[in-house]
């Protein structure tokens, strides 16, 4: 296990007319497992394979603990690292390719043994241990791949590359609670890359949230759907995403059109803003006293357990999820309040106040 430092690192494939990663200086804890989550193209792949030493940063240092690593080759970092396909030796069985990297570095007999039946029991692969890895589905191939990055009990980290793109959905579930066993099991420093949010979420102590080649908010599963720090975080986490009204802030009182909708938190300029809340903690009500702001209600997603009734405020569409009795047939007109504290103030993207209630204002 290693904690992973990265200093000023910074890459670009054509030379610094464009950068696929911005400078970015960063920590990933020895033993904590990590989701780095963002959309395709964002940088997560350029980031791991300069942390497993695929690719040299074009600039920054890389150390794991106390040893710089910038210049070491990938079979000198003492990494595990999983891809997005399945990478096996197709003649070798499922019992001799978990027990590859142990028997390569000279681990004794009973303990390849035991490593590997503990792995494959904790991934569902005890029936197949004889069969020859070219005779699996794709889905169970990588999960034999994904069983030889873990079975290494002294490895620095263990880099997963959105491992589960080829498993069966149905599978999904069970096998990041695995991960999560194995994770507890062995205390590896762990980096699991994806753009499935429900991935990051389920699996991770920690999300790194990355856009555009740079990290845009980094913490607890709970702290990232409740607190968002940056707008494409409240957008990219959820389902659906946070909704972004266009308002402004004048005399302390943030405004959407006309209608004052709360106070804006300590001392904000005024100016325009935009106000993003979570479908979550819109609520619905037929009074139209402030602070509501006047809806036209265009459809309903019948949930079973929710509805999600879709609107429009000022031209701008708008999400609410809702179980209550408020009027909400398509074409009516209602009226929208925020919960307390979960409405959001941002300004070049970035958060910059809450939406306080209104002195006296009905919650």
């Known amino acids: 296990m290693a904690e992973i430092r990265l200093e000023g690192v910074a890459h670009s494939y054509d030379g610094g007319g464009t950068w696929a990663l911005k400078p970015m200086t960063w920590t990933w804890r020895t033993g904590r497992a990590y989701a780095l989550l963002g959309p395709s193209g964002c940088g997560k792949t350029t980031l791991l394979n300069i942390v497993s030493g695929l690719l040299t940063p074009t600039r920054g240092r890389i150390w794991f603990d106390d040893r710089e690593v910038t210049g070491v080759p990938p079979a000198g970092r003492n990494i595990a690292q999983v891809f997005q396909f399945p990478v096996l030796y197709d003649q070798m069985s499922v019992y001799d390719n978990l027990a590859f990297p142990l028997r390569n570095r000279g681990y004794p007999r009973q303990e390849v043994d035991r490593r590997v039946r503990r792995v494959s029991g904790l991934l569902g692969l005890d029936e197949h241990l004889r069969r020859r890895s070219r005779r699996l589905d794709p889905g169970r191939q990588q999960i034999v791949a994904l069983g030889r990055g873990l079975v290494r009990p002294e490895v620095a980290a263990v880099l997963l590359d959105e491992p589960l793109t080829v498993v069966d959905p149905a599978m999904k579930w069970t096998l990041r609670s695995k991960l999560k066993e194995i994770h507890r099991d062995t205390g590896h420093t762990l980096v699991y890359v994806t753009h499935d949010q429900t991935e990051a979420l389920t699996f991770a102590d920690e999300v790194v949230v990355l856009n555009d080649g740079e990290i845009v908010?980094?913490?607890?599963?709970?702290?990232?759907?409740l607190s968002p720090a940056h707008e494409f975080v409240g957008h990219f986490i959820g389902s659906p995403g946070m909704n972004v009204l266009d308002g402004a802030?004048?005399?302390?009182?943030?405004?959407?059109?006309?209608?004052?909708v709360g106070r804006a938190s300590g001392d904000l300029p005024p100016?325009?803003?935009?106000i993003g809340v979570r479908p979550e903690f819109v609520r619905l009500t037929s009074e139209e006293a402030p602070p509501g702001i006047a809806a036209r209600v265009t459809g309903i997603d019948r949930m079973g357990a929710y509805d999600l009734v879709h609107a429009q405020v000022n031209g701008h569409p708008l999400v609410a999820r809702t179980d209550a009795a408020a009027v909400r047939e398509?074409?009516?007109?209602?009226?929208?309040?925020?919960?307390?504290?979960?409405?959001?103030?941002?300004?070049?993207?970035?958060?910059?106040?809450?939406?306080?209630?209104l002195p006296g204002s009905a919650p």
């Open 271 to 274: 100016g325009p803003v935009r």
């Open 249 to 260: 802030v004048a005399g302390g009182l943030v405004r959407v059109g006309d209608a004052a």
């Open 217 to 225: 908010q980094a913490g607890e599963p709970g702290e990232l759907f």
């Open 330 to 357: 398509p074409g009516s007109v209602t009226f929208l309040r925020f919960a307390e504290g979960r409405a959001f103030l941002f300004r070049d993207a970035v958060r910059c106040g809450v939406v306080e209630p």
